[in-house]
C-alpha cells in the first residue's frame, strides 16, 4: 500500500497511545531532580555531594542498560508481541519502588540512608525504561506519514504535560502546603510519603490503562522474524544502527542539553524558594497560569512542522526559549527586577515561563517526531527495524549527563556554602550566597544549551528523504526472498502497509514532557 493510501489515525488512537505518557510523568514527577535534590538535602539531610553522586551513579546504570532493554524488546517474541509483556511488567515494580522511595526508614546512618534511595533509584529508573522504551517505540508503526507522526506524538506530549502539572500541583498545593503546622511546607517529610503513595497508585492504573487500550493493535504490528547471531554480528548491527548520522547528530545535542538540563532541576527549588523568596503554593500557582502554554505548544507545533519542516523549526523555537529562560534571572542580577515579595514577581515569571515553555515543548515535540524519522532511514541502511534501540540510545547520553548536570549542580550548592539538613524550618539563606548561585549557574546553563542547539545542524533527514526511505523499505520488502540470507538481517516490512493494516477507528482525527 503506499502512503498516500495509508488512513490517518483515528482520535481514539491518539488518545490511547497518548495516556501511556500520563505513568511517565506522574513517575517524572516522583524522580524529578529538582524535588528530590531539595527532598534529599534539605528534609533528610545528606550532604549535596552524596546526593549528586547518588543521582549520578542511578542515571549511569539506567543509561547503560536502556539499550539492552530496547534491543530485547526489537526481537522479543510472545502472543502479547514485542512489546506489551515488558509495559505489563513494569506496572508493579514501578509503584512499589515510587513509594518506598518516599518513605525511607528513619534512624539509618547517612552511609545507608545514601545507599537505601541509590538502591530505589535503579530499580524506580530501570523499570521505568521496562515501559517507556517499548511504548516510545510503538510510535514509527502507528504512524508512518512524516507529519502524522508529530501529530501522534503531540497527544503524547499533551498527556505528559498534563499529568505532570496535575500531579505537581498536588503536592505542591495539597501535600507541601504552607501553613501553620509547616511553616515553610516544603520540609514536610510526612507529605512527601503521602505523595509517595498517591503517585504509586496513579502510576499503576495508568499503565495498565494504557498498555490495554492499545492492546488490540498487536496482531497488526510488526513481528521479528527468528534470527540465529553471533555475538559479533549483533555489536556490528547495534554499532551500525547507533553510528546512523542523523542519530548521532541528536545524541550529540542531548549529551549538552542534559547536563543543562541537570544543572537546572538540581537548582530550581533552591532558587525558587531562596532567590525569588516564593512559597510553595505561588509555585504552584505559576505551575498552572504557565501550564496552558504547554497545550499552545503542542497544538502549534505539528503546524509549524508542516509550514517550515522539522528541523528549521526546531532549531528557530530551541534557540528562542534558551534566551527566554534566562531573562529574569539576568535582570535581578542587574538590579532590573522587583524586590521579593512584590506581586510582579509571580506575575513576571509566569510570563516568562509560559512563552519559554511554549517553546521549549514545540521543540520538544519535533525533536520525538525526528528521532522517530531516524527509525526508516536506519533501516535502509542496515535492513533491520530497531526502534527500541533507537529510542533508548538516543535517551542514554541525556540521562548519564543529566546525573553529572546534577552532581555540578549539587557541588555549586556546596561552593557557595548552601546549608543542608532541616536546622530550623525558617532558616534563612544569606542572599549573597543566591546571588554567587546566579552568577555561577545562568552562564554555564545557556552555553551548555547553545551548543546542544548547534549541533542539531547536523541533522540530515527532512521529507524528501524519509519519503524516500518508505519507497526504498516498500521495494525492498516486495523484492525480498521469504528466506532470510545469513548475516542480512531479516526482510523489512513495508512500514506503510504494517500501518495501514492496524484496524483504526473512524472517524479519522486531525493530525512532545
Known amino acids: ?74 526481537g522479543f517474541r510472545s502472543r502479547w508481541g514485542r512489546r506489551h509483556p515488558f509495559m505489563y511488567a513494569s506496572a508493579l515494580p514501578i509503584a512499589a519502588a515510587i513509594y518506598f522511595l ?12 545514601a545507599a537505601y534511595v541509590l538502591a530505589l533509584l535503579v530499580t524506580l529508573r530501570l523499570c521505568v525504561s521496562l515501559y517507556q522504551i517499548p511504548s516510545d517505540a510503538l510510535t514509527p508503526e502507528l504512524a508512518p506519514d512524516y507529519h502524522e507522526r508529530t501529530s501522534l506524538i503531540s497527544y503524547r506530549w499533551f498527556f505528559g504535560v498534563f499529568g505532570s502539572v496535575v500531579v505537581t500541583l498536588v503536592l505542591l498545593e495539597v501535600f507541601l502546603r504552607k501553613d501553620a503546622s509547616h511553616p515553610l511546607g516544603m520540609m514536610n517529610r510526612q507529605g512527601y510519603g503521602a505523595f509517595g503513595l498517591l503517585a504509586a497508585i496513579v502510576v499503576f492504573v495508568a499503565i495498565l490503562v494504557s498498555s490495554a487500550a492499545t492492546h488490540r493493535y498487536i496482531p497488526r504490528l510488526a513481528a521479528p522474524p527468528v534470527r540465529r547471531q553471533s555475538f559479533a554480528q549483533a555489536a556490528r548491527e547495534i554499532l551500525r544502527t547507533v553510528g546512523n548520522p542523523s542519530l548521532v547528530s541528536v545524541m ?71 534566551f527566554t529562560g534566562v531573562i529574569p534571572v539576568s535582570l535581578r542580577l542587574l538590579g532590573l527586577m522587583p524586590p521579593n515579595g512584590s506581586p510582579w514577581i509571580p506575575v513576571i515569571l509566569i510570563a516568562d515561563t509560559f512563552v519559554a515553555t511554549t517553546l521549549a515543548l514545540i521543540g520538544f515535540v519535533i525533536i520525538s517526531s525526528m528521532i522517530a524519522d531516524i527509525v526508516e532511514d536506519s533501516a535502509v541502511k542496515t535492513g533491520v527495524r530497531s526502534e527500541g534501540l533507537l529510542f533508548a540510545a538516543n535517551g542514554l547520553l541525556p540521562k548519564f549527563t543529566n546525573g553529572i548536570g546534577s552532581l555540578a549542580g549539587n557541588l555549586l550548592l556546596q561552593a557557595v556554602g548552601f546549608p543542608s539538613g532541616a536546622r530550623g524550618a525558617a532558616e534563612a539563606v544569606a542572599p549573597a550566597v543566591m546571588r554567587h548561585l546566579a552568577i555561577l549557574s545562568l552562564p554555564a546553563g545557556a552555553v551548555l544549551n547553545l551548543i546542544a542547539v548547534s549541533v542539531l545542524v547536523f541533522y540530515r533527514i527532512d521529507r524528501r528523504t524519509h519519503l524516500g526511505n518508505l519507497e526504498a523499505l516498500a521495494l525492498e520488502a516486495n523484492l525480498a526472498a521469504p528466506t532470510a540470507i545469513p548475516g542480512a538481517g531479516p526482510p523489512i516490512a513495508d512500514p506503510v502497509a504494517l500501518a495501514g493494516a492496524v484496524p483504526l477507528p473512524a472517524p479519522p482525527g486531525p493530525n512532545p514532557p
Open 252 to 322: 550529540s545535542s542531548g549529551l549538552f542539553s542534559g547536563v543543562a538540563a541537570g544543572l537546572a532541576a538540581a537548582l530550581s527549588n533552591f532558587m525558587n524558594l531562596y532567590f525569588w523568596g516564593l512559597s510553595p503554593q505561588v509555585i504552584g500557582a505559576m505551575v498552572f497560569f504557565a501550564s496552558p502554554a504547554a497545550v499552545l505548544g503542542i497544538v502549534v507545533a505539528p503546524r509549524l512542522s508542516r509550514a517550515l519542516d522539522k528541523k528549521r523549526t526546531m532549531l528557530a523555537v530551541f534557540t528562542a526559549s534558551i
Open 1 to 74: 500500500m503506499s502512503q498516500a493510501e495509508a488512513p490517518r489515525l483515528g482520535l481514539a488512537t491518539k488518545v490511547s497511545y497518548g495516556l501511556g505518557s500520563v505513568a511517565q510523568a506522574v513517575a517524572g514527577v516522583a524522580l524529578s531532580t529538582a524535588i528530590i535534590n531539595f527532598y534529599l538535602i534539605r528534609v533528610v539531610g545528606l550532604q549535596p555531594a552524596v546526593v549528586g553522586v547518588v543521582i549520578l551513579v542511578s542515571l549511569g546504570i539506567d543509561a547503560v542498560l536502556d539499550p539492552a532493554i530496547g534491543r530485547v524488546s526489537d
Open 102 to 113: 518516599w518513605r525511607p526508614p528513619h534512624g539509618l546512618s547517612h552511609e545507608a540512608l
